[in-house]
C-alpha cells in the first residue's frame, strides 16, 4: 500500500514537473524576437569567423585545436553562460518585478519544481544553441569531436548548465530591480568573458591563474580539453565549477526573494 502511495506520488510529481518545462518552453518560443536573437547570433558569429579563420590546420596559439575549432567550442561555451546565467538571472527579475513570481509562490507548485523546471529549460536551450553553432562548424570543415570525447563534453556541458543557472539564481537574488538587472548582468559577465579567453586564447599566466579560479575560463578549459589532442576529463577545471555551483546556490537559498522589493 505504501509503496503504490510513493508511485501514485512520484507519477504526480513527474507530471507537474514536466507541465512547468512546458510552460517555460511556451513562453521562450511565444516570445520569437528573443527566441530568434538566442539562436542566431552564435550562427552568425561563427559563420564570420569561419570566413576570417582556418577550421582544418591545427596550431599551437590554440592549444593543438585549429582556430575555428577553438572559437566553435568558445562560444558553445558562451551559449550556455547566455541561456543559463544571463537570460535566467534577467527572467527571474522581470518576474519578481512584475509580480509573477509572488503569484508562483501562491500556486500549489513547489518551489523546487519551479526551479528545476526553469533549469531544464535553459539546458533545453543550450542543447540546441550548440548544436546549432557544432552544425555551422561542420559547414566550414571544423571536425565533429571524436566517440571518445562525447562522454567528457556531456558531463560538462550538464555541469557547466547546472553551475551557472545557479550562478543566475543568485545574481538574480541580489538585484534591486528589473531594470537593472541586465547592467548587472553584463558587468559581471563581460569582463570574465574576454579575460577567460573566450573570443581570444589567454597566454598570460597570471591573467590565467586568476581567471581558472572564475567560473568562465574552467568551462571553456574543460571543454577544450575534452574535444582536444589529448581529451578526457579536465578534473580540476570541473572542480572549480561544481565549487561556483555550490556557492551559487547557497546564495541563492539564503537571499531569493518572490516579492518585490518595496520601492
Request: some cysteine.
Given at each position: ?6 508511485q ?6 513527474l507530471?507537474?514537473?514536466?507541465h ?11 516570445n520569437p524576437q528573443?527566441?530568434f536573437f ?5 550562427v552568425?558569429?561563427?559563420a564570420?569567423?569561419?570566413l ?6 591545427p596550431?599551437?596559439?590554440?592549444g593543438g585545436?585549429?582556430?575555428l575549432?577553438?572559437?566553435v567550442?568558445t562560444?558553445?561555451?558562451m551559449?550556455?553562460?547566455g ?12 518576474r ?17 519544481m ?6 531544464a529549460?535553459c539546458?533545453?536551450?543550450s542543447?540546441i544553441?550548440v ?5 555551422v562548424g ?7 569531436p571524436?566517440?571518445a570525447?562525447w562522454l567528457?563534453v556531456a558531463?560538462?556541458l ?8 545557479a550562478l543566475g539564481?543568485?545574481v538574480?537574488?541580489?538585484i534591486?530591480?528589473?531594470e537593472?538587472?541586465?547592467a548587472v548582468v553584463q558587468f559581471?559577465l563581460?569582463p ?6 573566450t573570443?581570444m ?15 568562465v575560463?574552467?568551462?571553456?578549459q574543460a571543454l577544450l580539453q ?6 578526457g576529463?579536465a578534473w580540476?577545471h570541473?572542480l572549480?565549477?561544481?565549487l561556483?555551483g ?6 541563492a537559498?539564503?537571499?531569493f526573494r518572490w516579492?518585490?522589493r518595496p520601492e
Amino acid at each position: 500500500m505504501t509503496s503504490t502511495v510513493i508511485q501514485r506520488a512520484a507519477r504526480r510529481d513527474l507530471t507537474v514537473l514536466l507541465h512547468q518545462i512546458r510552460y517555460e518552453q511556451l513562453t521562450f518560443w511565444r516570445n520569437p524576437q528573443s527566441a530568434f536573437f538566442t539562436f542566431v547570433l552564435p550562427v552568425v558569429v561563427i559563420a564570420v569567423f569561419g570566413l576570417m579563420f582556418d577550421g582544418t590546420t591545427p596550431s599551437p596559439y590554440f592549444g593543438g585545436l585549429s582556430a575555428l575549432q577553438y572559437y566553435v567550442t568558445t562560444l558553445a561555451a558562451m551559449s550556455v553562460l547566455g541561456s543559463c546565467y544571463s537570460q535566467l538571472a534577467i527572467v527571474l527579475s522581470t518576474r519578481r518585478q512584475n509580480g509573477i513570481l509572488k503569484r508562483v509562490r501562491a500556486t500549489p507548485l513547489p518551489p523546487w519544481m519551479y526551479f528545476v523546471g526553469l533549469l531544464a529549460h535553459c539546458v533545453m536551450v543550450s542543447i540546441i544553441d550548440v548544436l546549432l553553432i557544432v552544425g555551422v562548424g561542420r559547414l566550414y570543415n571544423v571536425p565533429v569531436p571524436s566517440a571518445a570525447a562525447w562522454l567528457p563534453v556531456a558531463v560538462t556541458l550538464v555541469l557547466g548548465s547546472a553551475s551557472f543557472c545557479a550562478l543566475g539564481f543568485a545574481v538574480a537574488s541580489l538585484i534591486r530591480n528589473a531594470e537593472a538587472a541586465p547592467a548587472v548582468v553584463q558587468f559581471i559577465l563581460f569582463p570574465l568573458v574576454f579575460m577567460s579567453g573566450t573570443y581570444m586564447p589567454v597566454h598570460n599566466a597570471i591573467l590565467e591563474n586568476i581567471t581558472g579560479l572564475l567560473p568562465v575560463r574552467p568551462f571553456n578549459q574543460a571543454l577544450l580539453q575534452a574535444i582536444g589532442p589529448d581529451g578526457g576529463f579536465a578534473w580540476r577545471h570541473l572542480l572549480v565549477l561544481v565549487l561556483w555551483g555550490v556557492l551559487g546556490a547557497a546564495v541563492a537559498v539564503r537571499r531569493f526573494r518572490w516579492d518585490p522589493r518595496p520601492e
